[in-house]
């Protein structure tokens, strides 16, 4: 690929529709920036480069009209060599253009129109779809966007969801806070602990996350967790129970085998933020919480908003509230002390600064 020639991610980018305007063009429009001749190039703004002047030979030798000639003939020396620097690089960028535009409809501009900047009126008074059309496309590619991707990896299904929230809202056809909420959905599917604390997370924000900036955090929690190069379109998939020979495994303990697998894989922690296991967590379980102990308020509430909206996580809390409440008649408070020394320590009086209150 040579270097002028039109990239997106190693891939270059060829005109054939109105469907590949905004990227071509977009491309075009960073390579001429980078060679400095987009404001010759720019087909909204008219501007010819010019080519300097070399500074007539006064007609009468004094020693000012000397000294004159000496300085105008360096500043043009300077300026021819910026002109010639800049026609150069028009003439690559047409080239460029000529290159990755479909023959169909570049053909008779390549032959008639010397212009680059001319060459991209033409081009875009045939090729630039209409806002209608343009809205339509977009809000089609979110849609497409909401189904389990096929054949690429998240962060390749995530730099897409950029790209179209960013057009849809610059076209105002979206709000960051409903663009957000579209994309934790999605990622429901996949890792609903990790979902939400990002999603609670980006809520108590005081200066809200772009969107960008809170994708980025879906990325990094994958990423730590290890499983981020492994998720293609099967990561997608809801978990389902396990199976022995094509058949459901029957066991007495298999919610709280469950809930322990679940546990070690979710590196992000408890519903409350903290580290410790969802059974032993006083704000999921409060029959456990020993005398004396008051919970975080603003914690408190992050916990049952995540329980009441989420119904896999809602099955399990009640199973462990009420696997807890079968066994409490077996311990006495003095061995529920013990066992929460830990998160009474960290607990019962909770620092003004832990106080994360939207």
Known sequence: MGSTEVAEHGVTVILRSPRDWHKWFGSIKTQ????????YMDPDKPLDLVK?????????????????????????????????????????????????????????????????????AALKKRLCPTE???????????????????SQNFEKWTYEWREVV???????????????????????????????????WDKKLVTKSSFEEFTDEFITAYREQGSLSKMQDSSFTTTTEPTFQGKPVESSDRTSEKLDSQTRK????????????????????????????KPDPAKEKMVNEIVEKNYQVRKTVEAIRKKAASCSGALGADTANALHATSETSNLTPNADDNDSE
């Open 32 to 39: 001429a920036i980078a060679q400095r001749v987009w404001l």
């Open 52 to 120: 300097p002047t070399k500074p007539p030979r006064p007609t009468e030798i004094t020693e000012t009209t000397r000294f004159n000639y000496t300085i105008d003939l360096e500043e043009y020396k300077e300026e021819k060599a910026v002109w010639v620097r800049a026609d150069d690089n028009l003439g690559k960028m047409r080239r460029t253009i000529c290159q990755t535009v479909a023959s169909t409809h570049i053909s008779d501009l390549a032959a008639n129109v010397e212009s680059p900047r001319e060459i991209l």
């Open 132 to 150: 209608d059309t343009r809205e339509n496309e977009l809000l089609a590619q979110l849609d497409a966007l909401q189904k389990a991707p096929k």
């Open 166 to 200: 960013r057009d849809l809202m610059t076209m105002e056809l979206i709000q960051l806070k409903a663009a957000k909420s579209l994309y934790y959905r999605m990622n429901l599917k996949f890792n609903s602990a990790i979902a939400n604390q990002i999603w609670f």
């Open 266 to 293: 979710e590196k992000r922690g408890c519903l409350c933020g903290g580290d410790e296991r969802w059974k032993e967590c006083l704000y999921i379980v409060p029959s456990l919480r020993p005398k004396g102990w």
